[in-house]
């Protein structure tokens, strides 16, 4: 069984500090992405990485970034924090060449 | 460039219902499609999915056939249970360059009452 694992799986943070959201994968999956949820918007990705120490840019990047620090973990990092990036944020992981993704449960973040 | 509607935002059925979920899709060439199911406080997880024209996918009594004329992917059931109130997410595979991305629709949310 796919294992995805996400912290915090909430957080409340104060408009223009830092957030940290980590990711940790035990599929020895090559892939992992960032999505954000919000209702009316579905799954949005923000960034992804096909490879430790290298990221990409996904659909909605802006005031997001990400590292990639090896295969297993994947970071999502809010230098200063806005109201606008209160939502839940959910890691993925999948396999080169297999499109089937693996969701982390999802961190809850709130800011203030 | 691709992507994938949902028609239906939400859905309102109760036990014993058929039910029916839209996914229509616009890509070039062959993208695999999904299904996925997320319940309250969790992460969406596969429900099934398929590759080719005409192939079923199908799970605890869900399933989708891939129809490339149509382009379109409906999700159905026979006989819904209360414990499937979910959103469901209809995705296909990005076709463009081997990245791995998923393109996913809005969702619908499944109510289902007893």
């Known amino acids: 069984e796919a294992a995805v694992t996400q912290s915090p799986r909430s957080k409340v943070a104060v408009t223009g500090g830092k957030v940290t959201l980590s990711c940790h994968q035990t599929?020895?999956?090559?892939?992992m992405y960032w999505y954000r949820q919000d209702t009316g918007h579905g799954l949005r990705l923000i960034h992804y990485s096909y490879v430790a120490d290298s990221t990409e840019k996904g659909d909605i990047p802006d005031g997001y970034k990400a590292s990639r620090p090896s295969q297993e973990n994947f970071s999502l990092i809010l230098e200063l924090a806005s109201l606008s990036q209160t939502a839940v944020y959910f890691c993925?992981?999948?396999?080169?060449?297999?499109?089937?993704?693996?969701f982390g449960p999802g961190t809850r973040l709130l800011v203030l | 460039g691709d992507s994938v509607t949902q028609t239906e935002g939400q859905v309102a059925l109760s036990e014993e219902d058929f039910l029916t979920i839209h996914c229509n899709y616009s890509a070039s060439g062959y993208p695999t499609l999904f299904w996925y199911v997320q319940y309250p406080g969790e992460g969406p997880q596969l429900l099934f999915r398929?590759?080719?024209?005409?192939e079923k996918g199908s799970s605890r009594g869900f399933e989708a056939t891939y129809d490339k004329g149509t382009t379109s992917f409906h999700l159905r059931k026979a006989s819904v249970q209360e414990s499937d109130s979910a959103v469901y997410y209809c995705?296909?595979?990005?076709?463009?360059?081997?990245?791995?991305?998923?393109?996913f629709g809005l969702g619908t949310t499944l109510q289902v009452q007893p």
């Open positions: 993925a992981s999948s396999d080169w060449g297999e499109y089937t993704q693996y």
């Open positions: 398929a590759s080719r024209d005409k």
């Open positions: 995705a296909l595979s990005g076709i463009t360059g081997n990245t791995g991305k998923l393109i």
């Open positions: 599929n020895n999956h090559d892939y």
